[in-house]
Structure formats: C-alpha cells, structure tokens
C-alpha cells in the first residue's frame, strides 16, 4: 500500500498503517531467516518498505523533495 492510499482523517488509521508495514517487515525477514525467501526478494520487499515509510514522513512532515537544477 503506497503512502497515497490511506486516509489519515482518524487518529488510528495512521498508526493502523504503519502496524502493517511493521508487520509486513518482520514477517520477511523471518521468512528470509527461514529461507523461504531469496534474498533478492527480501531485498525487493523491504525496499519498497522504505519508500512507503520515506514517502509517508514526507507527507506528515509536509516536505517535498527540491528538483535539483543542472
């Protein structure tokens, strides 16, 4: 679930979402642990982990990243 697609319109829903993402993260790497999972996957996963939670500090903090001009 991208950052964009919860509503935080209710105090618990922000902390609902980010109980997921904490769940979603250490059921990966126990499955990585296990193997289960390739490392590439495992990769792959918290990857896009770390980008839902950048893109979610971002938009509570209202910061957005400056186009850097060459």
């Given at each position: 679930?991208?950052?964009?697609?919860?509503?935080l319109?209710s105090?618990?829903?922000?902390?609902?979402?980010?109980?997921?993402?904490?769940?979603?993260?250490?059921?990966t790497?126990?499955?990585?642990e296990a193997?289960?999972?390739?490392?590439?996957?495992?990769?792959?996963?918290l990857?896009?982990?770390?980008?839902a939670l950048?893109?979610?500090?971002?938009r509570?903090?209202?910061?957005?990243?400056?186009?850097?001009?060459?």
């Amino acid at each position: 679930m991208k950052a964009d697609e919860i509503c935080l319109r209710s105090p618990g829903a922000f902390h609902k979402w980010a109980d997921e993402r904490r769940a979603n993260v250490w059921h990966t790497i126990e499955k990585f642990e296990a193997g289960e999972v390739s490392p590439r996957e495992a990769h792959e996963i918290l990857r896009q982990e770390k980008k839902a939670l950048s893109a979610m500090g971002r938009r509570l903090s209202g910061l957005k990243r400056a186009r850097v001009r060459k």
